[in-house]
């Protein structure tokens, strides 16, 4: 289900912006970040640490899923919003269905930015919350969108072939 973008969404995504600059600048960092909301309160703030770790499954807001339910002690985040820099990749998405976040915000959508950063060619993600069981989650793209989207490489950007993740 679709939902609107509000002026506290905004603001909840420049912070998911800040995360992912505290990387750096360079898209080749990957920068990407994601902050988890609820009631004004902010559960989990994490950036994507795949190479870091190193963890393939690390990317933001699998990241910031996982501090959440440690932080409140519940593997069920219901009532909270999650806010990525750019639209979830398939894992994330899913994780968020069975975290059961009630709203997904995404700034840079997949049109914005090179095709690397997605890992499948049809499948759009945001078909798996369409196709859901659930009926009680929403999702909203294009927050800030051309901010968040120069955090990235653009989708006509020549990257070097070692820097692609998913080529
Ligand atoms: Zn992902």
Request: net charge negative.
């Amino acid at each position: 289900m679709p939902s609107k973008i509000t002026a506290e969404d905004e603001k909840w995504m420049r912070m998911a912006i800040d995360i992912a600059r505290s990387k750096g600048s360079d898209p080749s960092t990957s920068p990407l970040g994601c902050v988890i909301v609820r009631d004004g309160a902010v559960l989990g703030a994490e950036r994507n640490q795949t190479q870091e770790l190193p963890d393939a499954t690390a990317h933001a807001e699998m990241m910031a899923i996982r501090r959440a339910c440690e932080g409140i002690g519940d593997m069920e985040l219901r009532g909270a919003t999650l806010y990525s820099t750019l639209q979830p990749c398939g894992m994330c998405t899913m994780a968020s269905i069975w975290s059961k976040v009630g709203r997904v915000v995404y700034g840079a959508g997949r049109g914005d930015v090179h095709r690397m950063y997605f890992e499948d060619r049809h499948i759009n993600t945001l078909d798996f919350i369409a196709d859901a069981y659930r009926d009680d989650i929403e999702i909203a793209g294009g927050c800030l969108a051309a901010e968040c989207a120069r955090l990235y490489y653009g989708p006509d950007d020549d990257v070097p072939e070692e820097q692609q993740g998913n080529i």
